[in-house]
């Protein structure tokens, strides 16, 4: 690895799934040297999901790029002997095992930071390290139903890993804010994050309301804002928060009248009254195509666009404009579309330097840098210590 902000940084990595790996993913993708470890003789999930070709699925390319692969027991003594080496050299590790199972296999933080003191240790968790759901399983829709989110639309999931991905982007934080820290004279530290706080935080911005005024109302409501309008031909996504832009948007519309109207007239009566809202002006863009609608609506200068499936998302002309979506070939998948780190750094820029790795790809690689010789690593591999 040789660019990016995070030159220099070495992670290892022995989560799976998404909320743990993904952690690395951003580090992976500012430059961080990062050694994901996966089970000998058994595939990530993440190998699983999606359009698959080989060993490498659509979430696998797009995840684990930049990384490193290796094939590790870590529960066998000369695994675990395996790790403590590469822990010995690393700046951060990652795990998302269940709260007690790192303590049990002696990889815990007590045991990794008394072999490097330096290291930023982060545990990634459901529920979080102890209390009544700690040890239970636990997936995104879980944790979608315990916080509101799924109350919040409609009672149905988002569908996508809304509560991993939040709580990656966390993690990944933490880890930074934890590296300057150590920079700083802290030295390293044991980090914590999971899914349930992870995405109470993320919601809490619309849950927030002075509880000592009894007709206070959470903003924004979700009916008036979280849903798209039907057009004659398609959606259009729309909304008008702030009074003026209301009121624009009811000239441009043809309906000045709806101005002043007293269910509407302020932003708090359209909330109180956002069922009524949403009926009016469904009915008034339902007589109007996509074009038409976004025309007035972009004249009334409200934030607009159109509903978009992902085949068009590539044509989008701000999306195309950014290069949010690269094209590059992979040598196992074929012609394969991905999209570039988001931050973009004047100084020090990030690239795609490495592919996401075929399972075990660089085994040999990783254990030849700890010192061991082509003879060792034959025989962990006979005895089923790597893979």
Request: aromatic letters at 8%.
């Amino acid at each position: 690895m040789g660019t990016g902000p995070l030159e220099g940084i070495t992670v290892i990595d022995v989560s799976s799934a998404v909320a743990g790996a993904w952690v690395s993913s951003h580090l992976a993708e500012m430059g961080a040297d990062v050694v994901m470890i996966e089970k000998v003789g058994a595939s990530d999930v993440m190998r699983l999901t999606g359009a698959i070709v080989g060993d490498q699925s659509g979430c696998w390319v797009q995840m684990h790029r930049n990384k490193r692969g290796m094939d590790l027991d870590i529960r066998d003594e000369r695994g675990r002997e395996v790790l403590l080496q590469l822990v010995e050299r690393a700046d951060v590790f990652v795990q998302n095992f269940r709260p007690g199972v790192a303590e049990r296999l002696r990889i815990g933080y007590d045991d990794l930071s008394a072999v490097n003191p330096d290291l930023v240790y982060l545990s990634v968790s459901g529920f979080g390290p102890d209390g009544p759901y700690a040890h239970q399983p636990v997936y995104d829709p879980i944790i979608q139903s315990l916080t509101g989110m799924t109350e919040a639309q409609g009672g149905d999931f988002v569908k996508s890993a809304t509560a991993d991905k939040t709580t990656a982007m966390t993690g990944a934080n933490a880890v930074l804010g934890a590296l300057l820290a150590r920079s700083n004279g802290a030295g390293g530290q044991h980090v914590e994050v999971n899914l349930l706080d992870s995405t109470l935080s993320w919601m809490w911005l619309d849950y927030f309301w002075n509880e000592s005024v009894p007709d206070a109302i959470p903003t924004p409501s979700y009916s008036e804002w979280y849903s798209p309008w039907k057009t004659t031909d398609g959606w259009v996504g729309a909304i008008w928060p702030a009074d003026d832009q209301y009121a624009r948007v009811c000239v441009k519309l043809g309906v000045p009248h709806l101005i002043e109207d007293s269910r509407f007239a302020t932003r708090q009566a359209r909330i109180r009254n956002s069922n009524e809202h949403q009926d009016v002006f469904a009915k008034l863009l339902g007589e109007f195509t996509t074009a038409e609608a976004l025309t007035a609506l972009e004249a009334a200068d409200v934030p607009c666009a159109p509903v978009l499936d992902i085949s068009e998302v590539f044509d989008d002309p701000q999306v195309k404009h950014n290069q949010t979506v690269l094209t590059h070939h992979h040598t196992d998948v074929g012609q394969i579309r991905t999209t570039r780190f988001p931050a973009r750094f004047s100084k020090t820029p990030t690239e795609l330097e490495r592919l996401a790795p075929a399972k075990g790809e660089h085994t040999d690689e990783v254990l030849t840098e700890l010192g061991r010789s082509p003879a060792e690593i034959a025989e962990l591999r006979a005895d089923g210590i790597v893979g």
